[in-house]
């Protein structure tokens, strides 16, 4: 989330060390088979089962659809790892394994599995557990009543994932990936709700296009500019709301740190003993509610973005789990590793990636494309992200000019926080 969010993070955004390594000991040493195995082997699991699902359920054509999806959730939440590994520092042991067990638990089945459905249901006009029993027992009828309901999840998935790209390219950051347009974007961004202005206009021009000529289930098409226009407007306050609840948890997580620091500065200078336990606890409390709702605004655009992909929930459901998980293995990385920005443009690939799904999804009202074609955009611009990354690795005197400009006056190397 940016508008809607950012500046309730801009303030508090995580910040990591960088991983220190003895001179005589080898990253590669800290990196071993029996440690990488340990950290991913659940994600390689259900890696590994969801695949052979998808080939049972759906045969290649749904093995590849996964695929996609696993690539697309586990890029654009590749930050949401950051976010929760800086986060998830602060806390005790308890509460981090409370995060990484009840809490993935949450974003897996609730986000991911439920979410979809949910979407569905409400689009479709029918109750979730016949969306569910349609899309396992009636294909066909599944399909007929998604299509039908696909301008609807097209506009709000469509206008949800426009105004967080927007809110990406408007912002003026530290390293930049596509220089020459993103530097005069940055300055354009400077006026105030211009990515909600913009996506209000996208929305109209959709409306009084796409939308009246509508495709529905048959081949037939159908006028649908007044649910497109209704639909688009709930996923911009959706976007909204979203970045409200992350701010709301943060103002209420730096109180609780504040009281704490007030509390043991007080009791320092009267030669009292401070109960850190209950203060401990209360502050983690904030901090894992802080971080579930995170976790759902870094969701959205992962779950919202696979409807560019399949109308399946069951394929929709095998991807995104698997990508949940490799979200799970990332922050546990991060937070024994203390690094993982080694791929600075990997956020910019997630972002341009959203930015085409949402492009996509409002085409798909009135078009059809096929989700080959809509999953390649998006592995595309990963890659390309990722081997540009590569290629500035390799620039010893442009990497030591960049950290000099993203190292705050602590000497911490700042990762954006990105939602």
Same mark, same amino acid.
């Given at each position: 989330?940016?508008?809607?969010?950012?500046?309730?993070?801009?303030?508090?955004?995580?910040?990591?060390?960088?991983?220190?390594?003895? &001179? %005589?000991?080898?990253? $590669?040493?800290?990196?071993?088979? =029996?440690?990488?195995?340990? +950290?991913? #082997?659940?994600?390689? *699991? /259900?890696?590994?089962?969801?695949?052979?699902?998808?080939?049972?359920?759906?045969?290649?054509?749904?093995?590849?659809?996964?695929?996609?999806?696993?690539?697309?959730?586990?890029?654009?939440?590749?930050?949401?790892?950051?976010?929760? &590994? %800086?986060?998830?520092? $602060?806390?005790?042991?308890?509460? =981090?394994?409370?995060?990484? +067990?009840? #809490?993935?638990?949450? *974003? /897996?089945?609730?986000?991911?599995?439920?979410?979809?459905?949910?979407?569905?249901?409400?689009?479709?006009?029918?109750?979730?557990?016949?969306?569910?029993?349609?899309?396992?027992?009636?294909?066909?009828?599944?399909?007929?009543?998604?299509?039908?309901?696909?301008?609807?999840?097209?506009?709000?998935?469509?206008?949800?994932?426009? +105004?967080?790209?927007?809110?990406?390219?408007?912002?003026?950051?530290?390293?930049?990936?596509?220089?020459?347009?993103?530097?005069?974007?940055?300055?354009?961004?400077?006026?105030?709700?211009?990515?909600?202005?913009?996506?209000?206009?996208?929305?109209?021009?959709?409306?009084?296009?796409?939308?009246?000529?509508?495709?529905?289930?048959?081949?037939?098409?159908?006028?649908?500019?007044?649910?497109?226009?209704?639909?688009?407007?709930?996923?911009?306050?959706?976007?909204?709301?979203?970045?409200?609840?992350?701010?709301?948890?943060?103002?209420?997580?730096?109180?609780?740190?504040?009281?704490?620091?007030?509390?043991?500065?007080?009791?320092?200078?009267?030669?009292?003993?401070?109960?850190?336990?209950?203060?401990?606890?209360?502050?983690?409390?904030?901090?894992?509610?802080?971080?579930?709702?995170?976790?759902?605004?870094?969701?959205?655009?992962?779950?919202?973005?696979?409807?560019?992909?399949?109308?399946?929930?069951?394929?929709?459901?095998?991807?995104?789990?698997?990508?949940?998980?490799?979200?799970?293995?990332?922050?546990?990385?991060?937070?024994?590793?203390?690094?993982?920005?080694?791929?600075?443009?990997?956020?910019?690939?997630?972002?341009?990636?959203?930015?085409?799904?949402?492009?996509?999804?409002?085409?798909?009202?009135?078009?059809?494309?096929?989700?080959?074609?809509?999953?390649?955009?998006?592995?595309?611009?990963?890659?390309?992200?990722?081997?540009?990354?590569?290629?500035?690795?390799?620039?010893?005197?442009a990497a030591e000019g960049d950290e000099g400009k993203d190292?705050?006056?602590?000497?911490?190397?700042?990762?954006?926080?990105?939602?």
């Amino acid at each position: 989330m940016r508008q809607g969010c950012e500046a309730s993070l801009q303030a508090s955004r995580p910040v990591f060390r960088k991983a220190k390594y003895g &001179a %005589g000991e080898p990253r $590669k040493k800290r990196l071993g088979g =029996q440690w990488l195995l340990k +950290t991913f #082997g659940w994600s390689f *699991a /259900v890696t590994a089962l969801g695949l052979a699902a998808a080939v049972f359920y759906g045969g290649w054509a749904g093995f590849g659809v996964v695929a996609f999806l696993s690539v697309l959730e586990i890029s654009v939440s590749f930050d949401n790892a950051v976010v929760n &590994a %800086g986060i998830l520092k $602060k806390m005790n042991a308890f509460w =981090q394994k409370i995060f990484l +067990t009840v #809490g993935v638990l949450i *974003a /897996v089945f609730g986000m991911r599995l439920v979410f979809p459905v949910v979407i569905v249901a409400i689009s479709a006009r029918i109750g979730p557990v016949e969306a569910v029993r349609l899309a396992l027992d009636d294909k066909d009828t599944y399909q007929q009543l998604v299509t039908d309901a696909h301008p609807s999840i097209a506009a709000f998935g469509g206008m949800f994932l426009l +105004t967080i790209f927007l809110d990406f390219i408007f912002e003026d950051r530290e390293i930049k990936w596509l220089g020459r347009l993103e530097r005069p974007l940055a300055k354009l961004g400077r006026v105030d709700r211009l990515s909600v202005c913009i996506a209000l206009i996208v929305l109209l021009v959709s409306s009084m296009t796409f939308a009246t000529h509508a495709r529905q289930h048959g081949g037939i098409h159908a006028d649908k500019a007044q649910t497109v226009l209704i639909a688009g407007v709930a996923g911009l306050i959706t976007y909204l709301i979203v970045g409200g609840l992350s701010g709301y948890f943060e103002n209420k997580l730096e109180e609780e740190e504040e009281r704490e620091h007030e509390a043991e500065e007080e009791a320092r200078r009267s030669g009292k003993k401070v109960s850190a336990v209950v203060m401990a606890g209360k502050a983690a409390f904030f901090m894992f509610l802080y971080l579930e709702v995170l976790d759902a605004s870094f969701s959205f655009d992962g779950v919202i973005g696979a409807f560019a992909i399949t109308n399946d929930i069951v394929l929709m459901a095998l991807g995104l789990g698997i990508g949940a998980m490799y979200v799970r293995s990332l922050t546990v990385y991060l937070v024994r590793q203390g690094t993982l920005d080694d791929y600075v443009y990997l956020e910019h690939g997630a972002h341009y990636a959203i930015g085409a799904l949402a492009v996509i999804l409002l085409v798909t009202i009135q078009y059809e494309i096929h989700e080959v074609i809509t999953g390649l955009v998006g592995v595309v611009l990963i890659a390309w992200a990722f081997l540009s990354s590569v290629r500035r690795n390799r620039k010893p005197a442009a990497a030591e000019g960049d950290e000099g400009k993203d190292t705050g006056p602590d000497g911490k190397a700042e990762v954006s926080s990105g939602i």
